[in-house]
């Protein structure tokens, strides 16, 4: 428990346990006339105190008469490094992130992320790599380097954290897509099995013969499924992006599936020979710009070779800049050929996207729901899709 809050005529001292309510609300409130907690900070709070004002300190409230505070990072790169070591010293790992990312939207620090020294003391996340790749083409040649290595940080990290469950996910479903009709005890599917026998049900024992046993077979190392990546590279799309091509490197890693990672605006990008590499793929990226949904479909149903074999995962937010009923018209058709179409709103961490209404509703009218889906459960989404079984949809769509 911090002793740096001063009783100012609260009544409470170290101990008591209102104190470490005052000193939370007083770093909450920030300390104006009118905070309520009366208390004052000193010592290390008033630091932290500090390094929160610089960020939060003047908004909505700096128009309201005395109620003004001291703030701003400056706009020198020196007092902008202090203050990204200050709050690593002050907060914890996933705080700094969050404040890194309101200083970037609230006090327009992007354009520091383009010297070398800034790049080296931030805390890397996902959503200062989709503010970097956003920076791609401004970028100094001086920078570029050290920008991919705080990339390819992040994105080692992603793949260690998803790698190995994705992996062991698809291979399952993988093996249980190939069935087979003399299976070994321990690979009978007894659901299809029972399924299968029904007609030969015998109701004074209770039971059915199964004459025909239905199993699980082991897909080999050949291709045994297609599956298409088709990302929206619009820029509300940016984490969406970046996990998007650490499961396309992990997809392609795996000989049984034929992977192709498309990223689209208005124009269309094949990156599939780049998928060694996330973070390759990553650099050749551009968010931002409009959206066509259709054009995008449209060139990844050209290169559709076995449909009934193929998964189609659109990653988007569903605004449309294209034809919209052409789009409609052409996920229609592929579900109609057997190709299995997946659209998610997001592919990230964070909670309900804005996404067009309509279209995903018209997508669900199809059979295609579409819905936001963290990474953590993009594998299972993917498992369903490949033995063709019905997607876990979150209960929040």
Not at 331 to 345: E, N, R
């Amino acid at each position: 428990m911090s002793t740096d809050v001063t009783e100012t005529g609260t009544g409470v001292g170290p101990g008591d346990p209102a104190w470490e309510r005052l000193r939370r609300w007083r770093l909450v409130l920030g300390g104006e006339a009118a905070d309520g907690t009366g208390c004052a900070l000193s010592g290390r709070d008033a630091a932290m105190d500090g390094t929160l004002a610089a960020l939060y300190g003047k908004g909505d409230r700096a128009a309201q008469p005395g109620r003004e505070r001291s703030a701003g990072l400056g706009a020198s790169a020196p007092s902008v490094a202090r203050w990204l070591g200050d709050i690593r010293t002050y907060f914890p790992s996933s705080v700094v992130q969050v404040m890194q990312r309101d200083a970037i939207d609230r006090l327009g620090l992007a354009a520091l992320l383009l010297e070398p020294e800034m790049l080296e003391a931030v805390e890397a996340d996902v959503h200062l790599v989709g503010t970097l790749l956003s920076l791609n083409k401004a970028m100094p040649e001086t920078t570029k380097e050290t920008a991919r290595a705080v990339v390819r940080k992040v994105v080692e990290d992603l793949e260690k954290r998803l790698a190995t469950r994705t992996r062991a996910t698809l291979t399952g479903a993988l093996d249980r897509s190939a069935r087979i009709n003399r299976p070994r005890h321990h690979d009978i599917d007894w659901n299809r099995t029972i399924a299968a026998n029904l007609k030969h049900y015998l109701p004074e024992y209770r039971t059915i013969v199964p004459e025909r046993l239905i199993g699980y077979g082991r897909a080999s190392q050949s291709v045994k499924k297609e599956v298409v990546l088709c990302i929206d590279q619009s820029g509300s799309m940016a984490a969406s992006v970046v996990y998007a091509s650490v499961f396309g490197a992990v997809l392609a890693s795996m000989r049984s599936i034929d992977t192709r990672l498309v990223v689209f605006d208005t124009a269309v990008v094949d990156l599939t020979d780049q998928l060694d590499d996330p973070v390759d793929v990553l650099f050749g990226t551009q968010l931002g710009g409009g959206t066509d949904i259709n054009r995008a479909l449209a060139y990844c149903q050209s290169q559709i070779t076995r449909s009934a074999e193929t998964v189609v995962v659109l990653i988007s937010d569903l605004y449309e800049g294209g034809i919209r009923n052409e789009m409609l018209k052409r996920v229609a058709a592929m579900k109609a050929s057997g190709v299995q179409f997946v659209a998610l709103l997001a592919l990230s961490d964070e909670g309900a996207p804005a996404y067009d209404r309509e279209h995903a509703a018209a997508l669900a009218a199809l059979g295609a729901p579409a819905f936001a889906c963290t990474p953590d459960l993009f594998p299972e989404v993917m498992a369903a899709a490949i033995e063709k079984q019905p997607i876990p949809v979150p209960d929040t769509v």
